[in-house]
């Protein structure tokens, strides 16, 4: 099993993860957007989630590289709504990455989302495939690669949402 599995595994896991969750509810998404002067339609970012659950999909089951370059981008393209929102100032409460959860924007949303991009990129240069079929084609190593996968994305998914908040909170005498 190529080294990246569980990293590309983790990758793709999180963009369908927060795609479905926009998908579902893009409020949170579209005020952030609106806040910037971006397109903000409801209809225009249940698309864009839904594309990102697609992609995230894809390259879990299908791993192309096509597909992996696609994660980076998309991931870049994250990263950098992100700095746009730190640097305009203006108040957001949320990215709407995880539909409701109050995420504000926050450097380490940054870091997070060019390391992303950074595995996507080299899962495929390297040529991970479907992170999916690795796990199969290994059962023992590729239950531990996907309980250990789904773990991180928990963990970034709490890096991402509550620590921004808890860092945002105003600190006690």
Known sequence: MPALTGPALTAALLLAFAGARKAVDPAMTVGALRALGLPSSRTLVRAGAAAELLLGLVAMIAGWAVTWWLVAASYLAFAAFVVAALRAGTMIGSC?????????????????????????????????????????????????????????VAILYVAIVDLPRVLHQPRRP
């Open 96 to 152: 709407g990455c995880f539909g409701r959860e109050d995420t504000p924007p926050h450097p380490l949303h940054v870091v997070i989302d060019v390391a992303l991009a950074a595995t996507a990129a080299a899962a495929a240069v390297r040529g991970v495939g479907s992170p999916l079929d690795a796990i199969a084609d290994a059962p023992g190593e590729g239950a531990v690669v996907a309980g250990l996968s789904v773990l991180a």
